[in-house]
């Protein structure tokens, strides 16, 4: 059977994102047949000082340090299951992110190359009560004018996602961080990453599955 391709695709302001896309990435890796790769989205804020991301202080983003390669909403197509990721604003989507989706508006909606296919999301949050859930229902709606297929993490985890010993933002919608108050001070933990793999895991079979039934089906 041919490999099922999955992509992560990441915007990640401080790295939070892009280190939860590592883990997602290593838990799709481990089901056999499974091809994960990790891209990023196009950063859409100029470096200037006068900009939105130097009063972030969020680091300047140059060539050398990018470890994983920018995708067009076209690639797309080319994946089996795609798993998006990217920082909460106030419940919604990084720009960067919806500038990714606004540019499939044309050709890929209007020829349905992404209908069908499973999706998933992954977040980064300040703080407890940030909108993680929301963000994700908020950007559902990007799936829905492209037929995708939402594969949410649910309760698949088990205790990892109900322990109440320490903080966690382990979300039934999908795996995440809090990125502390500030956005920036506070790295994702270990029970955020072990979920983080889950999902990669969870997501590749079923990406797998989907992919196999489809073909007897044909």
Known sequence: MAVTKIYVVYYSTYG??????????????????????????????????????????????????????????????DADGVLFGFPSRLGMMAAQMKALFDSTTGGLWRTQALAGKPAGFLFSLRTQGGGQEEAALTAVSQLA???????????????????MDEVRCCSPYGAGTFAGADGRSRLPSDAELQMAVHQGTYFAAF?????AGAAVVA
Do not use: C, Y
């Open 16 to 77: 939070h994102v892009a280190r939860l896309a590592e883990e997602i990435k290593k838990g799709a890796d481990s089901v056999d047949g499974v091809e994960a790769t990790i891209w990023q989205v196009a950063e859409t804020t100029l470096p200037e000082e006068s900009s939105s991301l130097a009063k972030m202080r969020a680091p300047v983003k140059t060539k050398s340090d990018n470890k994983h390669p920018v995708i067009s909403g076209k690639q797309l197509a």
């Open 207 to 211: 990406a797998k599955k989907l992919k």
């Open 145 to 163: 004018h492209h037929a995708m297929v939402f594969v949410p993490v649910g309760s698949t985890f088990g205790d990892g996602m109900f322990d």
